[in-house]
């Protein structure tokens, strides 16, 4: 069985990740208080203590914190990446980057893994630097707006947008831009085939469908029988005015994904509801 060193094994995606695959590969998680991966003495210690033969680094600073501190988004998706890539290098086993659409600017869509990336949040330029970091040295896979049933320590868009109808509260959601929501078990399952069929490339593991953020609210609110009537429409420089931006048309999509089927948005719902037992 194939050993795989994972960082960010307790966040949104990584735990589902080890979840659903435990069965099929033997995972080492680190989580930070085991590793601080901008400490390169601490990552040297650490990997080279280990048996493994993957290592999928997953953990991140993320989205919302990045803007406010982007001293330490570029020390922990940078840095941090650069010195676990140095050690699996020197070991001469495979690495994983989970990077994110949101390296593209949104202007000039769609965007497939030969686009060239040009980020315009702290959030985005930080992961793109780890991504130039790793240039043929590993492999890098873009994920995009992923979401899952149940997480008790995160919720992520489409649980918080459900939580919020079921509370009956009006939401104002952008409807002239677009976005791919992506289900995690889709993300694991492709993980699974890039794990057993490593090769240091690009890839993009997304959802189907790109749709704008109102629509994706509508879409919720119709599969979970909730009141779509709340849900208001607004423009992208109207709900970004005082806001750091993302990328406005960040319609993702894969060209080399001939692996494994990814579901729609609504397919991927309805599988939630049955894993949710609300069917």
């Known amino acids: 069985m194939k050993k795989i060193v994972i960082t960010g094994a307790t966040g949104l995606v990584g735990s589902r990740v080890v979840e659903l ?24 210690s650490v990997l080279n203590g280990l048996s493994y033969d993957l290592v ?11 803007e406010n501190e982007e001293e330490k988004a570029y020390q922990i998706n ?10 699996v290098n020197s070991a001469k086993k495979e690495f994983i980057y989970i990077s994110t659409d949101f390296v593209f600017d949104g202007e000039k869509p769609p965007y497939v893994e030969t686009s060239i990336p040009h980020p315009i949040s702290t959030y985005g330029a930080s992961k793109y630097a780890g991504e130039k970091k790793i240039g043929t040295d590993g492999m890098i896979v873009r994920i995009s707006y992923p979401y899952r049933s149940a997480f008790g320590p995160k919720k ?4 918080t947008l ?6 009956g509260k009006a939401l104002t959601m952008v409807n002239d ?5 992506t289900f995690i078990d889709d993300i694991a399952y492709g993980l699974e085939y890039l794990m057993n ?11 189907k469908d790109a749709m704008s953020p109102f629509a994706l609210a509508q879409t919720i609110a119709k599969t979970f029988n909730l ?6 429409k607004t423009t992208y420089d109207e709900y970004f005015a005082n806001k750091p931006k993302g990328p406005r048309y960040s319609d993702i999509r894969s060209e080399k994904n001939t692996f494994y089927a990814m579901h729609s948005f609504e397919e991927g719902l309805h599988i939630i509801k049955n894993q949710l037992n609300l069917l």
């Open 78 to 87: 940078e840095t941090g990446t650069q010195n676990i890539l140095d050690v």
């Open 56 to 66: 999928l680094h997953m953990a991140a600073y993320t989205n919302t914190k990045a």
């Open 227 to 232: 009141n779509g009537s709340l849900v208001g």
């Open 177 to 181: 831009s677009l976005m791919v929501p």
């Open 156 to 159: 992520d868009i489409i649980r």
């Open 162 to 167: 459900k939580t919020l109808l079921e509370a």
């Open 21 to 44: 695959l435990s069965d099929k590969f033997e995972f080492i998680p680190l989580a930070s208080k085991d590793m601080d991966i901008t400490n390169k003495d601490s990552v040297h």
């Open 197 to 207: 069929n490593y090769s240091r490339e690009i890839f993009h593991l997304v959802g």
